[in-house]
Nanobody, 124 residues
Framework: AINLAESGGGSVQDGGSLTLSCAGT????????MAWFRQVPGKEREGVAS???????DYADSVKGRFVVYGDPTRNTLTLQMNNLKSEDTGTYYC??????????????????WGHGTQVVVAS
């Protein structure tokens, strides 16, 4: 089994910054894709940013230039540095992992393992 644990959520004012962390344990492949998704009530979960062990990253248009995602292949961690936060960034953020290649944050069904989520609230 694989467990993913998120941390770092909280409340911040518009324009502030937060850093989310995800730590994975279990049978994690050396080649993998990890991503951050977010969800607000009444809306579908959306892929915010992804990273794979080749160093490739991808971002949703809404966060480009503000968020930075990076992983540590040796420690099975994923970090999301969120800057210039806006009220529309409010939501529950989930860490997800896919063992092996094929890293597309837009294909939510391709991610096999999920964390329980961490809440981010951006007050305007």
């Amino acid at each position: 089994a694989i467990n993913l644990a998120e941390s770092g959520g909280g409340s911040v004012q518009d324009g502030g910054s937060l850093t989310l962390s995800c730590a994975g344990t279990g049978y994690i492949y050396s080649t993998r894709c990890m991503a951050w998704f977010r969800q607000v009530p009444g809306k579908e979960r959306e892929g915010v940013a992804s990273w794979d062990t080749l160093g490739k990253t991808d971002y949703a248009d809404s966060v480009k230039g503000r968020f930075v995602v990076y992983g540590d292949p040796t420690r099975n961690t994923l970090t999301l540095q969120m800057n210039n936060l806006k009220s529309e960034d409010t939501g529950t953020y989930y860490c997800a992992l896919r063992n092996g290649g094929f890293c597309y944050r837009s294909i939510i069904g391709s991610f096999e393992f999920w964390g329980h989520g961490t809440q981010v609230v951006v007050a305007s």
